[in-house]
């Protein structure tokens, strides 16, 4: 019981999908974006509620989807492909 309650703690429960996408992010973003995808990073900015064709535009092609604004209008994420098949994760966990 103990343990439950321990393993509760850490704040609301994920669906099997964000929680996929949370692992992704914490292993491929967060050396420039936030722990905390609501806030600012070293070098990256919030990405929370970053919709699925940012993510694919962004991400795995190194582009903005049409019409979209970029928060920065620097260049310095370069793209990440080997993270295409983990789009809809990572869509999932911003949301
Ligand atoms: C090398 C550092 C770096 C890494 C690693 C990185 N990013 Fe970024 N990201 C940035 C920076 C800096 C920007 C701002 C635009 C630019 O300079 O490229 C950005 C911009 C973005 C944007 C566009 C935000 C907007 O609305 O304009 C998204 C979405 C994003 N990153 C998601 C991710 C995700 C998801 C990952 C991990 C799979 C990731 N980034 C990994 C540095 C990084």
Request: proline share 9%.
């Amino acid at each position: 019981m103990l343990y439950l309650a321990l393993a509760c703690s850490t704040g609301p429960a994920l669906s099997p999908e964000a929680e996929r996408g949370r692992t992704v992010y914490q292993a491929n973003c967060t050396a420039c974006h936030n722990a905390d995808p609501a806030l600012d990073g070293p070098l990256g900015p919030s990405v929370k509620g970053s919709s699925r064709a940012l993510l694919e535009a962004r991400v795995v092609r190194g582009k903005y989807p049409e019409g979209y604004k970029p928060k920065r209008d620097t260049t310095l994420m370069q793209p990440l492909p080997a993270v295409s098949s983990s789009i809809d994760d990572l869509a999932a966990y911003l949301q």
